[in-house]
């Protein structure tokens, strides 16, 4: 019977083999389909990021509650891939009572904020 550290110096040996073959099979798979792709859209996919805004304060702090959205419609702009998630108390903000009563200081009106995210179809996870 191995004790173990026989085991994990043996282990280890397979799992880096496998995770080679893998790594080797996704460079081939992804150089395949980089080069079919044209050269501009390429180009615009490596400079686009993806974002996760996530909003955890709701109607007592409306300026903090309304930034996720204004930043997800202006990365979504830019041409970047956004998806808003909502937790605690910025689940409140879904609400359409809440929404549309709800003003930031210094910014468009919560619901304007709102409207542009659906707009540019930006997913919300609540």
């Known amino acids: 019977m191995e004790n ?5 110096e043996t282990g280890v040996h397979g ?18 389909t980089a080069s079919a792709a044209a050269p501009e859209e390429a180009a615009a996919k490596a400079d686009a990021q993806r ?6 304060c709701g109607s ?19 041409g970047h891939e956004v998806r808003i998630e ?9 609400r359409t009572v809440v929404g549309n009563n709800v003003t930031a200081v210094g910014w ?3 619901r304007e ?3 542009r995210v659906v707009d540019h ?5 609540i």
């Open 4 to 8: 173990r550290r026989e085991f994990f």
């Open 15 to 32: 799992c880096l083999s496998t995770l080679t073959l893998a790594a080797t099979a996704a460079t081939v798979v992804t150089t395949a």
């Open 51 to 56: 974002f996760l805004l996530v909003g955890l």
């Open 60 to 78: 007592e702090n409306p300026t903090r509650a309304n930034f996720p959205f204004v930043w997800a419609a202006a990365l979504k702009e830019a």
């Open 86 to 94: 909502l937790a605690g108390d910025g689940t409140v903000m879904m």
């Open 108 to 110: 468009p009106p919560f």
């Open 113 to 115: 904020a709102l409207a």
């Open 121 to 125: 179809k930006i997913p919300i996870y």
